[in-house]
């Protein structure tokens, strides 16, 4: 009997066995939805410059250019002569303490103003040599028919830088100079200045050097102050200032 019952156990297992062998397959699922892409990746850094390359050849010359035409006179040729330096310092009419420089530098440069406004000339005096000088400056231009603000210059010297040396006269013109103040307010000095003249003290001069074989260069210092009589502000006035110039020379015929 107990055989009976394991026998029905077994052919029952084995025909639940035969019966699962039979079924389908199902049937495939549906795709899932693609996923959102991902963000770019972030810009790699920039490499460094490469090395920079050797220099090529120079290139060759190129052609010269024609010259250009002669211009009109310039400046270079009305203050090649060289200047004269003014400073007055003293008190304005209106009673105001001032200083003023100037630097006159112009000089004409027709024959016909040669004898008057840049000329030496000298005479042998035994063992002494006299020189006369005569030289004008202008302030802002060489004209002197419309523009006559200029220092002028008369003097007669003795062996001039030696150990000799004796100025023997000097006069200065001071013509139609205005006198500046920071405020605008002007006054005019027009004055002719003589060593020995009225008011004038005597006139210094220092570091005199003369040299005939160098343009005739002529350099020196000077001061001098003229009493409030003989002058345009009213008051003392004290003048001083410095010649550097090259005059010019007349050949004998």
Request: glycine letters at 14%.
């Amino acid at each position: 009997m107990k055989f009976i019952k394991l026998l029905g156990i077994a052919v029952l297992a084995l025909g639940v066995s035969m019966t699962s062998c039979s079924i389908e397959d199902g049937k495939d699922g549906v795709d899932g939805i693609d996923g959102v892409d991902g963000q770019d990746g972030l810009n790699g850094a920039d490499g460094k410059d490469g090395a920079d390359g050797q220099q090529g050849p120079p290139g060759q010359d190129g052609q010269d250019g024609q010259d250009g035409q002669n211009g009109a006179v310039g400046l270079e040729e009305m203050i090649k002569y060289g200047a004269v330096t003014l400073d007055l310092s003293g008190t304005r009419p209106d009673g105001v303490v001032f200083e003023d420089s100037a630097t006159f530098r112009f000089t004409p440069i027709d024959a016909d103003d040669f004898d008057s406004y840049n000329i030496v000339s000298s005479t042998q005096m035994g063992d002494d040599i006299e020189y006369n000088f005569a030289f004008r400056r202008f302030y802002s231009s060489p004209d002197g028919t419309y523009n006559i603000n200029f220092i002028q210059w008369e003097l007669v010297v003795i062996n001039p830088g030696q150990e000799t040396q004796n100025v023997q006269s000097a006069t200065v013109t001071i013509n139609n100079y205005g006198v500046i103040g920071d405020d605008n307010k002007y006054f005019m000095v027009d004055n002719v200045f003589a060593s020995g003249g009225a008011g004038v003290s005597e006139m210094v001069f220092t570091d005199m050097v003369f040299d005939p074989n160098a343009g005739n260069h002529l350099t020196f210092s000077y001061a001098f102050t003229v009493d409030a009589a003989n002058n345009d502000s009213g008051n003392e006035l004290s003048v001083s200032g410095t010649v550097d110039i090259n005059l010019l020379e007349l050949i004998q015929p």
